[in-house]
């Protein structure tokens, strides 16, 4: 699953609708301090399923709606699509069928937050369970922050296995098999 596009209205600091093409190959961002490139990851995680402000460098989840300018007024919600290629058949079976899958999240200053699949509206457990054992999610590896090397080498071997598991493909039956023991 390759991320195609990547659309961003109204989070942090992308106040107007800004869309990103990702083509073939490495992709560098790059721009002086402050300009918004780590906000750009913030898009990538949050539209994921991130559930954790302090994770998106923020206090409350509201911090991600674009606050005001100088010039602007603050914005009442955040919008961010991101787009997978199916391409490459990775993408759990009953997506196959479609030539790219659309994750979108909105969130409004009410708290008032939306998941959507495709355009259509969706559970947060629908986004986890698409990315269970690709190492894409937001508790995965695909995303390398400052100080996670030193963090995985100093984890707890408990916690370094749970990484193991989703390179191995086995989060997603562990997952069901705790909530069919829950019911
Ligand atoms: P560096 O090179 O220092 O890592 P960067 O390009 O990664 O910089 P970011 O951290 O992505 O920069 O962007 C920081 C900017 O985003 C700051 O100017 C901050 O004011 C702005 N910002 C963050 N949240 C919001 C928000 N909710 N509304 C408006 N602007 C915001
Ligand atoms: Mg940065």
Known sequence: MKIKRLEIAGFKSF????????QQGVTGVVGPNGCGKSN????????MGEQ????????AMEDVIFLGSENRKPLGMAEVSLVFSTEDGRAPAKYL???EIQLTRRLYRDG????????????????????MDTGVGTKAYSI???GKIGQILH????????????AAGVT?????KQLALKK
Do not use: H, M
Request: hydrophobic letters at 35%; proline letters at 3%.
């Open 144 to 146: 390398i922050e400052q």
């Open 15 to 22: 106040a107007d609708k800004v869309v990103l093409d990702f």
């Open 112 to 131: 008032e937050s939306e998941y959507l699949i495709n355009k259509t509206p969706c559970r947060l457990l629908d986004i986890s369970e698409l990315f």
């Open 172 to 176: 997603k039956y562990k997952t069901r």
């Open 155 to 166: 984890s707890r071997p408990e916690e370094r296995r749970l990484l193991i598991e989703e």
């Open 40 to 47: 750009i990851v913030d898009a990538i995680r949050w539209c």
């Open 52 to 59: 954790s402000a302090k994770n998106l460098r923020g206090k």
């Open 97 to 99: 069928e479609f030539i």
